[in-house]
């Protein structure tokens, strides 16, 4: 009854964590599931990364709902770069399978710190509305090469690549914030999934529970952040969840290696 107990609590605050960060400032939520089901349940890496992209899908479709209702998509251009992260989803998620376990779980932990300090220090606040300099084939390229590098990070580490594709929509592309967060969920959607899917082929079906658990709370939460999220500023945003982020990297680092 006490390890249910704590199973329950674990999942509770990782879906919290998860889905604050997603709804925040489109965050994965594979960035704090994988390394709380790690470290304080003993779940397997390779397990944890599936459960953690399973859990990204319905809480990054939420949010690209959201988005589309306000306009705030851009499909037609965020395509070519959809198809070039799904096709090297794959081959990380595959790749993924050859690293030791230890080594997986202990990139995950450290991840977690880099993105809070990345959150803290380097908020994403870009205002450009045009994707002016940019001819057609410059855009199909920067964003099939942006991609193939978010999709091997969103098989290998089990992050969604939200992040990842922010900065390349916003710094790269030239995107304004609003539409580059939405078409960022709106491909990670699809990410997470393949990168679920793809591990869950490729090893043991994860435990139920936890994957169930861990779906729910992220959903609930990462719903409750949008509407947060839609009438606060974009820098407090983006510290409060680094702040969180950098936190939860500190204790499971300390965790992990004493």
């Known amino acids: 009854m006490q390890d249910l107990a704590r199973e329950v609590l674990v ?23 994988s390394p709380m089901l790690i470290t304080f349940l003993g779940v397997p890496a390779y397990d944890a990364i599936g459960i953690a992209l399973a859990s990204d899908v319905l809480a990054s479709a939420a949010s690209a709902r959201t988005f589309a209702k306000a306009g705030a998509i851009d499909i037609k251009n965020g395509f070519v770069m959809m198809c070039s992260v799904l096709a090297m989803t794959l081959v990380g998620s595959w790749v993924s399978t050859l690293v030791p376990n230890n080594t997986l779980g202990g990139v995950s932990v450290v991840m977690t710190l880099v993105l809070g300090l990345r959150f803290l220090f380097f908020p994403v606040t870009s205002t450009r509305r045009t994707l002016g300099g940019n001819s057609t084939a410059a855009r199909i390229l920067k964003g099939a090469v942006g991609g193939a590098g978010i999709g091997l990070v969103c098989g290998f580490f089990g992050a969604g690549g939200g992040m990842m594709m922010l900065m390349v929509l916003t710094a790269v592309l030239g995107y304004e914030l609003k539409t580059a967060v939405g078409t960022s969920v709106f491909v ?63 204790v499971l680092i300390t965790v992990t290696y004493t």
């Open 11 to 33: 999942c509770f605050l990782a879906g919290a964590g998860a889905g604050l960060g997603t709804g925040f400032a489109g965050m994965s939520a594979a960035t704090v599931i």
């Open 188 to 250: 990670m959607t699809f990410s997470a999934l393949t990168g679920a899917v793809s591990h869950f082929a490729l090893g043991a079906p994860p435990r139920p529970d936890l994957l169930l658990l861990c779906v729910v709370f992220t959903l609930v939460w990462a719903q409750f952040a949008a509407r947060i999220a839609a009438r606060s500023d974009a820098v407090l945003l983006n510290r409060l969840v680094g702040a969180i982020l950098t936190v939860l990297g500190l």
